[in-house]
């Protein structure tokens, strides 16, 4: 496990988080495909907090694309970098996360948030956030809409529906399994949204969760209870 101090310079206001999104956006690449489903490595990443010990513990889980069996997995615990401010949580988990990814033997190929990528009030949610960091692509698989505007899919699984802000398609409902609740996913950085909902279907063979967001949330909350016991 990697304990984080939190970076010199890091945003201490909201005005300065704000600054540090309206930079990097423009970074965002959105004008390619992505690896193919399947292929090569899928990484999970998550988070958990303890904010009465000003703790945060994330964790970065490396699946096989084409087996979902568990490659490599690492662990780092820090202080709490932000406070909690809608639109703004990348900043809470980003150090820790990004040295979660550090702590990895093997490249973690794509990475999938449990989180949103475009589909966030600013364009710039912590999957694209993490993109522009590490040059890799990435995607957001949330478990709600956030603010946006969506109608149900059809009930067959693989069925979608676009996650609308006004006119703008920001990502899409998927339908995982049948007649389950949607997940809602969006592109970060190098990936198209089709290709994101296609990685999306191939690591929920079974749950409505991506297998990538399931390993990663059950590791980062026994790190954090490790790192609070």
């Known amino acids: 496990m990697t304990t984080v101090r939190i970076p010199a310079g890091w945003p201490a206001t909201e005005e300065q988080a704000r600054a540090v999104q309206d930079e990097l956006r423009e970074r965002v690449v ?5 690896p193919p489903p399947g292929t090569g490595h899928v990484t999970g990443v998550d988070v958990a907090y303890d904010d009465a010990r000003d703790v945060v513990a994330a964790a970065a889980v ?13 662990t780092a615990v820090g202080r709490i970098t932000f406070p909690y ?25 794509l990475i999938v948030c449990d989180g949103y990528g475009l589909a966030h009030p600013r364009r710039f949610g912590l999957a694209s956030h993490l993109g522009v960091l590490t040059g890799l692509p990435t995607i957001g698989v949330a478990k709600n809409p956030f603010t946006f505007a969506c109608d149900d899919p059809d009930a067959p699984r693989g069925s979608t529906s676009p996650l609308l802000a006004g006119t703008e398609e920001v990502g899409r409902a998927l339908r995982t399994r049948d007649g389950v609740k949607p997940v809602f996913v969006s592109v970060g950085h190098r990936v198209s949204l089709d290709n994101a909902c296609a990685h999306t279907l191939a690591l929920t063979p079974r749950y409505r969760l991506p297998e990538t967001t399931r390993r990663a949330d059950s590791l980062c909350r026994a790190a954090l209870r490790n790192a609070t016991s």
């Open 62 to 74: 490396v699946l096989d694309a084409a087996s979902l069996a568990v490659v490599a997995e690492a």
């Open 30 to 34: 959105l004008d390619e495909p992505g």
């Open 85 to 109: 401010v809608p639109g703004l949580l990348a900043f809470r988990e980003i150090p820790t996360v990004l040295a979660a990814l550090d702590a990895l033997p093997c490249p973690p190929g």
